[in-house]
């Protein structure tokens, strides 16, 4: 056995021993390329345990600035890093928790002109962005360009999740089914609203887990909208259906 193989098995022995994962899980898991849109609050939590989980290959995409608010709840983060790039910043923790990872950073914001470019190679994408704007365009490039797309939005103790591929089944939804009548940014994000750092490190984590899930094949309702109540600790899952006259997934 040569040293990195070694190394291999001896950082991920405790999730290589479990019967869901095992060696050819773990190089599933390894082998795995994700796009993680928005560095904040999801994103962050999301990357720090999908890193720690033996993910080897990231595209961070972000072009906000690391600010004094962010560092109640954006875990990797710390008042040196004010000022600074929250794509630059991330890309470098990530490296400090897994020297092997291979990370390409954008500190510009998504459009529909650059989309492509970012989350073209790559199979899984988390949608971590704060805004209803990005979530569509997200929404329909993923279904257009079927791939796996994995979102969550937070807003004080809530938690809104879920899985979806609408291009693999004529049953499964996308993100616009979810909320047919939504257009724009008309409801509050959670710089006005609030959020409680907890329940933003829980989502990204929910995010990371739903992303191992899959990656693992251990379960992968797509038609499951994920709802968590974090006072009274309450989980819902609402089963979800493609909107036969959807504008996105059923044009």
Request: with cysteine.
């Amino acid at each position: 056995m040569n040293k990195s193989n070694k190394k291999f098995l001896e950082k991920y022995s405790r999730q290589i021993i479990m019967d869901q994962v095992g060696i050819e899980g773990q190089k599933k898991i390894s082998k795995s390329s994700i796009s993680i849109i928005g560095c904040g609050g999801l994103g962050t939590s999301a990357a720090q345990y999908l890193s720690m989980s033996g993910i080897n290959n990231f595209t961070l995409i972000d072009n906000d600035y690391v600010d004094i608010t962010n560092l109640n709840r954006q875990t990797l983060f710390t008042e040196n890093d004010i000022g600074k790039k929250k794509s630059k910043i991330l890309s470098r923790r990530i490296m400090e928790i897994n020297k092997s990872v291979n990370i390409n950073s954008y500190e510009e914001k998504v459009t529909s002109s650059n989309i492509q470019k970012f989350i073209n190679k790559n199979s899984i994408v988390l949608d971590c962005t704060d805004n209803f704007e990005s979530r569509l365009l997200i929404n329909k490039y993923c279904h257009y360009n079927q791939k796996i797309l994995i979102s969550a939005a937070i807003q004080n103790f809530d938690i809104q999740a879920f899985i979806l591929a609408s291009w693999l089944h004529k049953k499964n939804p996308c993100y616009k089914c979810i909320f047919p009548e939504l257009i724009n940014d008309n409801e509050a994000s959670c710089d006005e609203m609030g959020i409680i750092a907890s329940v933003a490190g829980l989502a990204g984590i929910i995010q990371a887990n739903l992303t191992l899930n899959f990656i693992l094949g251990l379960r992968d309702n797509f038609r499951e909208f994920i709802l968590v109540d974090c006072i009274n600790f309450d989980i819902k899952k609402i089963l979800v259906s493609k909107n036969k006259v959807c504008k996105v997934c059923n044009s």
